[in-house]
Every structure is written in C-alpha cells, then in structure tokens.
C-alpha cells in the first residue's frame, strides 16, 4: 500500500489551475497511490477476458496485442452503433464546463483532465480523428489526435479515475454522462486486456462462486450463523434464516460485503432481525449470494452475465418475487438494466408486501423490491415496534450514494426510515445531498488499498460536508445504504473527519426494532452501550 | 493559439467575401450561389445527422434521476426531475429546451485551504446562455421579414416587441445588444477562466468569433452605413421563390454578412452546433425512469455465456450437502 500523506499536506500542494501545456501534450504520471494494480490472468481466464498476461500500469511496454489499435478502432465502431447515448455524447458536448467542477476527482484533485469534459475528450479526440470529417481533415484544429500507446496509457488512467457517479450528468445542459463514457472507455481498454485486480477478481469470483469474496456455499451459511448467534447475544432471540430453500415466498440478495466485513454485519444482523420480526417467509441463495456486480465496471456483457444469477435463482427456487438488500451499483443494475437484459421476469409475481398487502407498484416488471422501500412500507403501516431512543446516543446524518440517488431517485425513503428509528437526524447540505451527493470516492471497483490516496482526494467533497455537520450538529454517525460506501467511508472519515462511524440503514433499525420476547438491550448491535447504560454490567453478556 | 486561428479564419471569410464582391464583382456567386449551397449543406447535413442518431439503437433506459422517484403514494414524487410518464418526460425536456434547465443548477466551486470547499451562487453562463439563445432566436424570426411578403402578423409582433424601447431611428433592437452583449460574455468566460481556457478548441472559439462578425455587420448594416432595404428584400425574396436576382448597389458590408451567415449554415450541421437536434436525443433526459415498472427492450440483446446452478452444485456438491444445504442432485 502506497504511503498517503497527512489529511493537511495532501491538498496543500492541490490547487485546480491548470499546467502550461495543453493537455494533449502533458503526459500521465502513474505516482502511487494513483493507480490500481493491473488484472491477473487467473481471473482474466476464469472469466474469459482477453490478452490474459502478467503486466502492470508503471512498466513501459503493457504488452498489448499486435493488433492493438484495430481492436480499438473496431470496439469503438461497434458502440458507436450500439449505443445512441455514446455516439450522442461524441458528438455533441459545447464544452461549456458546467460540469468541470462537479467532479470529486478534480475537486480534490485539481488535475484538469478530472474534469469531466476533458476525461470524455480523452476519448472524443481520437473518435474525432477516425469517425468524422472536420477531424479527418483539421486534425489537431478540430480537436482530433492520433492514437497511440501514449493515448491508451491515458484513458487507462483517468477511466480508472471516474466513479461512474454520474454528478457531471446532472448540470450538463444535454445530459452528457461521462459515466457512459466511462463504462465503454472501460469496454474498449478490456478488449486489451487493460483492467485492474480489484474488479477482475470480484468478477472471477463472482462468476464461479457466486460472490465477490468467493466465499463458498458452506462457509456463506456459516457466517451469516455466526451473525444469528451476535443477535441473540445482544436481544435473546434466537433467528433461524433459511437457504437454497425452494417455495420460500421471497428470494432475498444482498452484497456479500454485509455478510462479510464490519460495518456492513452489523447491517447485515438488522436485516436478519427484520425479517424474523414480521416473519417474513424468505430464503438465502448462496448461488445468488451476490448484490453487488462489477461486470458494471468491466463491461455490458460481463454485467449481463453475472446479474443473469438473480432470476435464475428465482426461478430455481420458485419464490414469487426478489427482495433486495443495501447496495449502490447493485441497484443501479436492477433499476437500469437487468429487466432489459435478463427479463422478461415472467416466472415471477408482482411484488406485494406479505406484511402490508402494499403491491408494489414501481416494481411491477422487475419484480424486484428495495428492502429500504419494503421496510419504509411497513413503518407507515405500523407493523413495526421501534424504539427510537436506543439511537439516541447517535446522532446520524445520511450519504445518499450516487447510484440509488442518481439512477434510481432514491431519497425520501431512506430518510423516512432514519427519522423513524433515530431522534437525531441531521441532513448535510443541499449542494451536497439527493441528486447533488457526493461520492465516496472509492466507487466503481477503485476500493482498493493502494489507491488509497486518490480515494481520499476524491472523497474529500464528501468528507467536507460531513465535516459541516460533524462541527454543527455534533453528527457521529454517516448512515448509508450501500455496501462499498459501509467499506470506503470509515477510512475516509479517520482520515478527514475522525470521530464519525458508518453505518447502513438497517443497523439502526435493528437496534430500535422492539423484538418478541426480547430481554432488555443495553448495547446496541455493535456493543456500545446504549444511552442510560453506560454504567450497566454487559460483562455478562 | 486557438484564438488566433479561429479569429483569423473568420478575418479571412470576411476578407473572401469583400475581395470576391468589390474587387472581382462576383455578385452572384455571394449572392445566390453560396447561399443556396450552405443552405443544401445546412438542411441535408442537419437531417442526415439528425438520422445517424436517431439511428442508433437506445439499449438501456438510463435516464439521470434528478429527484424523488415514483415510490407510494405517500411519498412526493419529482416528476419533472424523475419522470415515470411519457407525458412527465416531455416535461422535462421542455424544460430543458427552453430554459436550460439543467444549466440553472449550476454552482461554482470554491476551495479554500483546511481544507473547505463550498459552492457559490453561479447563473451567469446559465443567464447568458438563455440571452444569447433568445435573441439569436428572436434576431432569426426577425429576419423572416426579407423572405416573406406579405410580412406575417408574428414577425411584426416580435420586431414591435423587441424594438419597445423606440430609442433612436432606425429603432434599437434589444437583441442586438443582448445578442453581441452575451456572445462577448461566452467569450471572455472562455478565455478569462483558466479550466475554460484549458477545454476549448479552435472549434468552440470559431462559431464566437463568427457570430460575433455576424451581429456586428448586421449592426452596422442596421444603426450606421444604411443598406438599401429595398433591394436587399428584393434579393432575399429571389432567393426565397427560386427566382435569383442580385439588384446593383446594396454595399458590400450585406455579402459580407450574408457570407457569414453562409458560413454559419454550411458548418452548423457538421459541428458542436449540432447539440440544437442533439438534446432532443439524449437519452439520460428524454427517456422515463420507469424501467422497473414497464421492460425496456434491447434490440440487440444477445444471450451471454453464464456459470448455471447445475455447473455451481457440480462445483460445490458434497460441501453444500455436509453443511445441510439443499442440493438438486445427491
Ligand atoms: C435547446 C437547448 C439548447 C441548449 C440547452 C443550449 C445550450 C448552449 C450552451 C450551454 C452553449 C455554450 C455556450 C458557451 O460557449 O459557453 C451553447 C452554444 C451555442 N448554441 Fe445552444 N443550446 C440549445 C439550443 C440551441 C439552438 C436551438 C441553437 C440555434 C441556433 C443554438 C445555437 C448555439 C450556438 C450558435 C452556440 C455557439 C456559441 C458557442 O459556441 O459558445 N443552441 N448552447
Ligand atoms: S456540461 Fe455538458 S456540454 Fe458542457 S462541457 Fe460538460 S459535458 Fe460538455
Ligand atoms: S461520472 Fe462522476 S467521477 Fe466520472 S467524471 Fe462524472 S462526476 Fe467525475
């Protein structure tokens, strides 16, 4: 892991004026802590990727295919004719720059081909040179240039530096998403071979093991036994959650990020508690036992084949319908592509809550239901006992991640939840919350430790506003409803606002839900004292 | 050096069309020849764009969702931000066609050592955007007056309306000003703002520089050397029923405009000018975020290899069964 400098050393030297020489001619320079590793060809392999080999981003030669630039030219004809959205957004930015400072990355990082109008010239320019007439002609005037190694080197840099948040899309006056571009900038380097470990093996692993950690059936029903045996330490209930089991009314999916590291278990117990509290009739896949998919960051067709697990599943096991658990790029898949891709979903029922009798309205075709949607259903209807007091000692705030914010619109609910099972809820401000949030920094398959100094600069927007109402409002806790976020954001909050925890939604409803035969909670569910208990003996616990 | 090629581009089309007209008398070629033939390369290069486009199939419906989603009826939805209805998302895009609405949102970055970053109040391009559309529009429709007789009700109305200020004679036009006025302000926003600076191209400063000649020698043709109206609209109602006549005497100053304007139709269709038919298009705005609710169907949707359940109990089945898990085949 690359070393990152202190919090106040690493953006005093970041100012956002650009260098002297014209972007075409500044090189990259791969620094670490800027840049993920490269890919191994074990994972390349599983998955059938091509140029499978051993190579990293700071050698010379990246060992491309001979025919390299064929390949390119070739990726990129085919989705210019596959993708309106991408030959559009070729074709018609004004470079008015309304979308330049909208970017984390060059917030915090002030290097201009951050921004992300100069990110999608990285790429416009060599589609001008080949695919239209002015670039033809004009070249370099019309802002075309010749590809080469150099030029490859780039867009392997700064596509690994664009979260596919999707920020610069809202303020753009033509919708132009450069996470679009992204994703086929990502397509077209993958034709290469050019990819990095921490996507290509969630991707391998994924694809042969159901999950990303590649926890295997027997040891994925372990660990979600280990949580139940948590819960009853903390409540005296004791839950038993069910697997692989066909006829259960409900398939629940969840990133396996929850079942896997802290803080996301403790997210992952509220689930469990939720679901035996209404007695829900539910099951565990451990086939699908994947929310998350960075086929997304790979490809189309990488993300068709591993989200094709959801309703095979489904249909294996006979449920009527799919519950699914807190994740960001997760639902963005099944809000914009998985009806389209893996549907029709015509074995499945029209989701209607068992609890509630709520059909389901907004997830008629898909068939698949948010468990924040489903339990925000259950709070109006009063099904629910919650006690809001045992949160009291926190005081929360909420990161709207980009995906459900801005490929879903996913915002009331999640705050509807929080103002029912904490008293002290505190919201950042407005040009920082619900369409407008900002990143974590770490999305999009760049979680990873020796990128560690990009993530912080790219988090820092984020950690900023959090910062605004750690000092206003007191707020500990950064409530969130997405497993990368419950993964990234703790290191970003040591590092920028240390004294704020992260937590998923559904860990503060399981510590306020008010369960059947439950002794007196005096933690909550990471043992921390509640509020009043401090004092009480929980040795015995 | 951006600037310099593109200033010197249009210094030279303005060069061509002053030489051609006053020193080698090519009257027609400026007058009829070229007009006619930017306006073909104008029409035919804007529907062949236009049909590229829509051309290209739209996979997935990935409309940015700018607000509440359609969730129970107790939840407010955002439709003109988030729209579920066809009806909606001719709403929005209304919005966004007319007053920009996406551009309004615009704030400006500032980030201070501490770190601190806040985000200020910033609807000057949004503001000059709008003035410059607007009165490139009115300016336009204005126009239509040379082409048409007799001169139709709105085109009255629009010179009444935007002339309501009756100062001087010929009475000063609004748009004239706002028109120069804004385009000097994209201008100066390009080169006064570093990043601007950094962006642009040759391509974004060449359609300043040639609108900025366009409204100047429509001003001057207008306010201080007085061409001969007359002749003028006899030559544009030429052009306008297929009959070309170039009357003698109208000044050199109009071929030159009309040169521009030329110009400025030959290139629209194959430059960013495009983006007027492009927004119609976008698909993160003129699609519905209904995509749970109604399936989007690919039209090349092809089926992709997978890693079935049978070939993952296969892997997995004598562990799935020591461990108590259901299992298809024993
Ligand atoms: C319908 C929605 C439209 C939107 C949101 C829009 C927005 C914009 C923006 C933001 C710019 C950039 C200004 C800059 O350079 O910084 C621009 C430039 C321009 N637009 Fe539009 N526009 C629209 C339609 C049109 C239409 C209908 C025309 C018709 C002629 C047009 C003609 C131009 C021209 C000539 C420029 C050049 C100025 C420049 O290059 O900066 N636009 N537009
Ligand atoms: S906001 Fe849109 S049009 Fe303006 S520079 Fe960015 S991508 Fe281009
Ligand atoms: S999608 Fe997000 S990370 Fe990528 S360029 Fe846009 S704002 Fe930056």
Not at chain 1, 264 to 291: K, N, P, R
Not at chain 1, 303 to 324: P, T
Not at chain 2, 191 to 200: D, T
Request: with cysteine.
């Amino acid at each position: 892991m690359a070393s990152v400098p202190k919090a106040n050393e690493l953006i005093a030297g970041t100012d956002h004026k650009p260098p002297k020489t014209g972007w075409m001619d500044t090189p990259v320079e791969f620094r670490p802590g800027t840049w993920c590793y490269s890919g191994k060809s074990k994972n390349l392999e599983v998955v059938g990727l091509p140029n499978p080999r051993e190579w990293s981003p700071i050698d010379d030669d990246w060992k491309l295919p001979e025919n390299w630039k064929e390949i390119i030219f070739e990726g990129l004809r085919e989705r210019i004719h596959k993708y309106r959205s991408f030959q559009l957004f070729m074709d018609i930015c004004v470079r008015c720059g309304a979308c330049a400072d909208k970017c984390h990355f060059f917030i915090g990082s002030g290097d201009p081909k951050n921004m992300p109008v100069l990110r999608a010239e990285l790429l416009r320019s060599v589609y001008r040179k080949d695919f239209t007439l002015a670039g033809k002609i004009l070249g370099k005037m019309a802002g075309a240039r010749e590809l080469t190694e150099d030029v490859v080197k780039e867009w392997f840099f700064y596509f690994f530096q664009c979260t596919e948040c999707r920020r610069c899309s809202v303020f753009c006056p033509y919708g132009i998403d450069t996470a679009e571009i992204t994703i086929i900038g990502r397509e077209l380097l993958n034709l290469l071979g050019l990819n990095i470990d921490w996507i290509t093996a969630p991707v391998a692993n994924c694809y042969m093991t159901g999950n990303h950690l590649g926890i295997q059936p027997h040891a994925f029903k372990d660990m979600i036994e280990f949580f139940v045996e948590e819960i009853e330490e903390v409540t005296g209930v004791k839950i038993e959650p069910t697997f692989n089991r066909k006829g259960a009314e409900i398939l629940f999916i969840t990133p396996s990020g929850d079942v896997f590291a802290d803080p996301g278990t403790y997210t992952l117990m509220g689930y469990l508690m939720l679901f035996h509290e209404i007695g829900l009739d539910y099951t565990w896949s451990t086939y699908a036992s994947e929310g998350g998919n960075f086929g997304l960051f790979t490809s189309h067709e990488m993300m068709k084949r591993l989200n094709s697990k959801m309703y095979a599943e489904a249909k294996r096991l006979g449920v009527k319908w799919i519950l699914g658990g807190e994740c960001g790029h997760m639902w963005r898949v099944i809000n914009q592509y998985m009806d389209t891709m893996n549907g029709p979903a015509d074995f499945l029922e029209e989701p209607v809550s068992p609890i509630t009798g709520t059909k389901f309205e907004n997830a008629k075709s898909t068939k698949m239901v948010h468990l924040v949607e489903f339990t925000a259903d259950l709070i109006k209807h009063g099904k629910l006992k919650l006690d809001k007091s045992r949160n009291d000692h926190l005081k929360v705030t909420f990161h709207d991640s980009c995906n459900p914010a801005r490929a879903m619109g996913f915002f009331e609910e999640p705050r509807y939840v929080l103002n029912n099972v904490c008293n002290h809820f505190y919201d950042m401000p407005p040009n920082t919350i619900r369409e407008q949030t900002f990143c974590c920094g770490s999305g999009s398959g760049l979680n990873t430790d020796e990128y560690m100094e990009m993530r912080m600069r790219g988090g820092l927007p984020r950690a900023n506003a959090v910062k605004h109402v750690h000092e206003q409002h007191g707020v500990n806790m950064l409530s969130c409803i997405c497993a990368i976020d419950r993964a990234v954001l703790p290191p970003l909050m040591n590092y920028w606002v240390p004294g704020v925890d992260v937590t998923g939604v559904h860990e503060l409803v399981g510590n306020a839900l008010v369960m059947e035969g439950e002794h007196e909670r005096t933690t909550d569910l990471r043992g921390e004292p509640l509020e009043g208990m401090e004092d009480s003996d929980n040795e015995d616990l | 050096m951006g600037i310099k090629f593109s200033l010197l581009a249009v210094l030279a089309l303005v060069l061509v069309a002053f030489l051609g007209v006053e020193a080698i008398g090519m009257n027609y070629l400026f007058g009829v020849l070229v007009p006619y033939l930017a306006f073909f390369l104008f029409l035919t290069g804007f529907i062949y764009r236009i049909l590229k486009w829509a051309r290209a199939p739209v996979p997935f419906r990935i409309p940015t969702t700018s607000g509440q989603q359609k969730s129970f009826s107790w939840v407010k939805q955002n439709k003109l931000d988030n729209p579920s209805t066809k009806l909606a998302t001719v709403g929005r895009m209304a919005l966004e066609v007319l007053l920009f609405r996406s551009l309004f949102k615009n704030t400006k970055m500032e980030f201070r050592q501490g770190p601190k970053i806040s985000y200020q109040w910033e609807k000057w391009l949004w503001l000059a955007g709008l003035a410059f559309h607007y009165s490139f529009f009115i300016i336009v429709v204005r126009h239509l007056r040379f082409f048409m007789e007799p001169v139709p009700g709105f085109v009255h109305l629009t010179e009444s309306l935007d002339g309501f200020l009756q100062l001087g004679l010929p009475g000063l036009y609004i748009t004239d000003l706002l028109f120069l006025a804004a385009v000097t302000y994209l201008f100066i926003r390009r080169v006064v703002i570093p990043q601007m600076r950094y962006i642009s191209l040759p391509a974004d400063y060449f359609p300043l520089f040639l609108l900025f000649g366009l409204g100047v020698t429509g001003v001057l043709m207008r306010y201080f050397t007085k061409v001969d109206i007359v002749k003028v609209k006899e030559l544009a109602m030429g052009l306008a029923t297929l009959h070309p006549t170039v009357p003698e005497g109208i000044g050199v100053l109009f071929f030159i405009h009309l040169f521009l304007v030329s110009t400025l139709m030959a290139y629209f269709p194959f430059s960013k000018l495009m983006h007027l038919g492009g927004v119609f298009l976008s698909p993160t705005r003129n699609l519905p975020n209904d995509s749970r609710i109604r399936r989007h169907i690919n039209p090349w949707n092809y089926p992709v290899k997978v890693h079935t359940y049978e070939e993952y109990e296969d892997d997995f089945r004598e562990k799935m069964i020591e461990a108590g898990l259901p299992v298809e085949k024993e």
